[in-house]
Nanobody, 115 residues
Framework: QVHLVESGGGLVQAGGSLRLSCGAS????????MAWHRQAPGKERELVAT???????NYADSVKGRFTISRDNAKNTVYLQMNSLKPEDTAVYYC?????????WGQGTQVTVSS
């Protein structure tokens, strides 16, 4: 079992920044892909960003140029730096660890961006 705990959500003004953290219960070097997803009421869940154990990243078109996913292997932590936040970024953000046979999810953290 991989346990994930997100933190760093909150309320920010449009144009502001926020950094989310996802702490994992085991070394993230053994996890092929770490990802951030988000879901707002009435919206389908969206894949926001991924980072592999090789360090490659990808992003949803809606966040490219504004969000950055990174990792600190020594701290077993993955981050999502969110800049130039927009009201449409408002959602519950979930951390996911994708292993070979299954995925593990965190509990989610609320991000609210006011206009």
């Amino acid at each position: 079992q991989v346990h994930l705990v997100e933190s760093g959500g909150g309320l920010v003004q449009a144009g502001g920044s926020l950094r989310l953290s996802c702490g994992a219960s085991e070394s993230i070097t053994s996890i092929f892909v770490m990802a951030w997803h988000r879901q707002a009421p009435g919206k389908e869940r969206e894949l926001v960003a991924t980072i592999t154990n090789g360090g490659s990243t990808n992003y949803a078109d809606s966040v490219k140029g504004r969000f950055t996913i990174s990792r600190d292997n020594a701290k077993n932590t993955v981050y999502l730096q969110m800049n130039s936040l927009k009201p449409e970024d408002t959602a519950v953000y979930y951390c996911k660890a994708q292993l070979l046979l299954r995925a593990y999810w965190g509990q989610g953290t609320q991000v609210t961006v006011s206009s």
